[in-house]
């Protein structure tokens, strides 16, 4: 529509009359000297240009004299059909338009687009500044600066793209405008200079405009009347379309500064890859095997180098994996070289190949661990003795290859051992035991279950040259009396496991208990000769034990009397299988031991469940192990770990 208000377009019209042999008839047509940068006609810029010739050198105008007639309108140049088109779009009268353009010429504001905003609210307090989007405007006196077209794109030089507010409030003459942000002045700095718009009245405002230029007298602007300049000033605000436009959604207040109308982004979610290599070790530590290589190690390649830390590469626990063969073992110790334990028990599929091959791989290793391994012989146990001589704990049980040269080379080449479990062994006997106990003198524990070879001999050599020793277990091998009374050599003796010593008699016991000060725990279980006489002495003589186990021994009430009576420091009982336990003995002992925790009760079968229900109610500081105790723990954890009983069934089997 802009086609119709402004005039033809400099280009496409010169062009047009170029091109025309004879002239127009009657009409001049004045030369443009000012175009928009678009390539045709605009109807923004129509009150832009001005009608002379030499309107680029457009002179101030001579001070108006008090009754001087107004000065003509910025577009009484155009022709009649287009000034009167003007005057609907703009919605002025002849009276209100001279006033409007009186107001305008004090700082030569021009519209520069077709969204015009409302004007200054009238003195006193001091007018806030019309609002605009562009910078505060010119002060009076400041020559207009050159017109362009406000089109997007035209002329302008590229930039990223500027999100400014519709509605800036504080901007205008004499109001500070806040500084643009960076990006904001980087577009700014191709565009206009900073001018303010005037404001475009509406209908409303335009008759209220014509009543307040009327004197008392009904005369328009006349000589007794107020200038324009002056009736401009004193005009009612505009506010109908501030309103209308406040009530726009897209209008909103902005904030003082203008970059913060773009929102801030948003801080980032927490990322637990943001957290310090050490931590997640830390956490990754806590992890099994299982979990770090089958799970963590999935998440992301980050997590799985993580995994592949040598920290955790030290102690492997590949026991009852059967996918664990000589050439996983091989990859495993060719990529960890400072493995320091390991235990392959129950691996079927690994042979002394893959022992030897890792045990040349990590000459570090201290700990090794073979339960169960049958097809191991004395080939890996050498090797691993040869090629670590650091080692400090072998258990092997139930290596039915494993013989007295294997261990001859442990005892002499491995002097810091201090930890060893052969049970099961059967072809080992005092020969490989002896150069053992000889050559590792650091020993500290060392177990012996089922082992028919093993004698006294042993029991000699072992309590001679290793007084460190700790923990001694000799369950079921053929061992007696004479052999036992040398552990009384031992002072650091705080463990002892005499299961199954068939000729263990009452006096070798209770003058080790006497001996071994620091005996915390003994454990006589299968002795049918062990009385109660001797466990009387051990409940007075024990100082410092802790733990006495009594299954299937020859003890009636009195022994469990007499724990509670002179004991003060044992805190597990198991009589299990002593048939002459009654409901007295239980209850005199749960009465008077002040330090009792636990008393086994299985398969006593003079001891009533009734009698044991009120001892679980009257002391439940103690735990009391009976058949039915012992299923209603294990239903409780059940239940609190979620299970539910499955009733489907016991419904299928009613009729």
Request: charged letters at 25%; aromatic letters at 4%.
């Amino acid at each position: 529509m802009g086609h119709f208000f402004s005039r033809k377009g400099i280009h496409q019209n010169a062009d047009r009359s170029r091109r025309r042999s004879r002239p127009l008839r009657g009409k001049v047509v004045p030369p443009r000297h000012r175009s928009c940068f678009l390539r045709g006609p605009c109807m923004l810029c129509f009150l832009v240009h001005s009608a002379s010739p030499s309107a680029r050198e457009e002179q101030p105008p001579p001070p108006a004299h008090r009754d001087s007639p107004p000065p003509p309108l910025l577009y009484a140049s155009l022709k009649a059909p287009e000034e009167r088109a003007a005057r609907r779009l703009l919605r002025l009268s002849p009276l209100a338009a001279a006033a409007w353009e009186a107001r305008s010429r004090r700082g030569r504001r021009l519209l520069l687009s077709g969204l015009l905003f409302p004007s200054l609210p009238p003195p006193p307090p001091p007018p806030p500044p019309p609002r605009g989007f562009l910078a505060p405007a010119l002060q009076t006196g400041e020559a207009s600066a050159e017109m362009v077209c406000k089109r997007k794109g035209v002329g302008l030089p590229a930039c990223p793209p500027c999100k400014q507010p519709r509605c800036a409030p504080g901007t205008g003459v004499g109001a500070e405008s806040p500084s643009p942000p960076p990006e904001a002045a980087g577009c700014q700095q191709g565009a206009l200079p900073e001018s303010h718009l005037c404001p475009l009245p509406c209908a409303s405002d335009c008759a209220k405009l014509e009543a307040s230029l009327k004197d008392p007298g009904g005369e328009e602007g006349g000589g007794r009347g107020a200038p324009p300049s002056e009736s401009a000033s004193q005009l009612p605000e505009l506010g109908g379309r501030e309103k209308q436009e406040s009530r726009e959604p897209d209008c909103e207040e902005p904030p003082e500064n203008p970059g913060d109308c773009c929102p801030e982004p948003q801080p980032p979610s927490p990322d637990i890859n943001q957290l310090p290599p050490s931590i997640l070790l830390k956490i990754f530590s806590n992890l099994s095997l299982n979990e770090r290589c089958l799970s963590a190690s999935l998440v992301c390649k980050y997590w799985r180098d993580l995994c592949l830390d040598f920290q955790f590469w030290k102690q492997l626990d590949l026991s009852s994996r059967q996918q664990v063969t000589d050439e996983l073992l091989e990859k495993i110790a060719s990529r960890s070289q400072n493995i320091t334990e390991i235990n392959i028990s129950d691996c079927r599929n690994i042979s002394d190949t893959g022992v030897c091959v890792l045990a040349f791989r990590c000459p570090g290793l201290l700990r090794y661990t073979a339960y169960r391994c049958k097809q191991l012989s004395d080939t890996s146990i050498i090797a691993v003795a040869s090629q670590c001589p650091q080692l400090q704990k072998v258990h092997v049980g139930n290596q039915d290859k494993l013989t007295d040269e294997g261990l001859k080379q442990l005892g002499s080449k491995c002097r810091e051992l201090k930890d060893i479990h052969f049970g099961q062994c059967y072809k080992i006997s005092d020969e490989g035991m002896i150069v053992i106990a000889k050559g590792c003198l650091k020993l500290q524990r060392i177990y012996m279950q089922e082992n028919k070879s093993v004698t006294d001999q042993s029991v000699k050599a072992f309590a001679e040259h290793c007084p460190q020793l700790q923990y001694v277990g000799f369950m079921g091998c053929s061992v007696t009396s004479k052999g036992v009374i040398h552990l009384t050599n031992l002072r650091n003796l705080s463990s002892l496991d005499l299961r199954h010593i068939t000729e263990l008699d009452n006096e070798t016991v209770m003058e080790i208990v006497k001996r071994c000060k620091n005996l915390a725990s003994l454990n006589l279980c299968l002795n049918w000769i062990i009385n109660d006489r001797c466990v009387e002495v051990i409940a007075k003589e024990g100082q410092n034990l802790k733990e006495l186990y009594l299954v299937s021994c020859k003890i009636t009430d009195y022994a469990l009397i007499a724990i509670g009576r002179y004991s003060m420091t044992i805190e597990t009982v198991d009589v299990g299988w002593c048939k002459e336990i009654t409901d007295q003995g239980a209850t005199q002992i749960a009465q008077s031991s002040k330090s009792l925790r636990y008393l086994g009760l299985m398969r006593c079968d003079k001891v009533n469940e009734v009698t044991v229900e009120q001892l679980v109610q009257q002391h439940p500081h103690i735990t009391f192990s009976t058949v039915l105790q012992d299923c209603k723990r294990t239903l409780e954890r059940a239940y609190q770990m979620g299970w539910t009983p499955n009733t489907s069934t016991d419904s299928k089997l009613l009729p």
